[in-house]
Every structure is written in C-alpha cells, then in structure tokens.
C-alpha cells in the first residue's frame, strides 16, 4: 500500500513562501501524475499543480507564477514552493498521486495558513 506523507505546512504573512514536501513510501517513477490538491474551508477541492512522470508541469491560473512544483526521484519526494503568498491561499494542501491500474492515492493533508 502506498503511502503519502505531506509536511512543511504552518502560518505565515502574506508575500512569504513555504515549501510543502510529499514524501512517497517507495518509487515515484510508479505514478503518472503528481499533484497538489488544496481545499479552503466552505469550497471544493481543487487542482493547484500537476507533474507528468514525463516531467512536464501544470498550475491552476491562481498560481501560475509565484508555485513551482518539482520532484526529487532519488528522494521520492514531491514539492510545492509557494512564493508571494496571499491570503486567499490558505487550505489545507493534499498531495495526490495516480498509478494506471491501481489509481489514486491520497495523504492526509497540512495545513497553509497565510495572515498577518
């Protein structure tokens, strides 16, 4: 079973950065894709960056600019950098992972505070 840890989560002003990691229980070269999922309280969740296991990259347009999503193989660990960030991205920030065949595994979620 396949497990995903997040960290790096905690509370900072707006215009500081945060790096997320997710931390994979065994080989990220299984997964398709990657992502980071964010949910704020009161709205659905949605997709804030993708990552192809052919590299290539996407981002919400919300984000497209100050997050950067990025992978480590030999770490098995997936990042967000998040720069300039602003109030309207505090949620608490999931880390996703899908597999052809076995699909989609989930972690447990930290949480982003951003306030002054």
């Known amino acids: 079973q396949v497990q995903l840890v997040e960290s790096g989560g905690g509370l900072v002003q707006p215009g500081e950065s945060l790096r997320l990691s997710c931390a994979a229980s065994?080989?990220?070269?299984?997964?398709?894709?990657m992502d980071w999922f964010r949910q704020a309280p009161g709205k659905q969740r949605e997709l804030v960056a993708r990552?192809?296991?052919?590299?290539?990259?996407n981002y919400a347009d919300s984000v497209t600019g100050r997050f950067t999503i990025s992978r480590d193989m030999a770490k098995d660990t997936m990042y967000l950098q998040m720069n300039s960030l602003k109030p309207e991205d505090t949620a608490v920030y999931y880390c996703?992972?899908?597999?052809?065949?076995?699909?989609?595994?989930w972690g447990q979620g930290t949480q982003v505070t951003v306030s002054l």
């Open positions: 996703h992972a899908f597999r052809i065949g076995p699909g989609d595994y």
């Open positions: 065994g080989s990220i070269s299984r997964f398709y894709a």
């Open positions: 990552i192809l296991s052919s590299g290539i990259t």
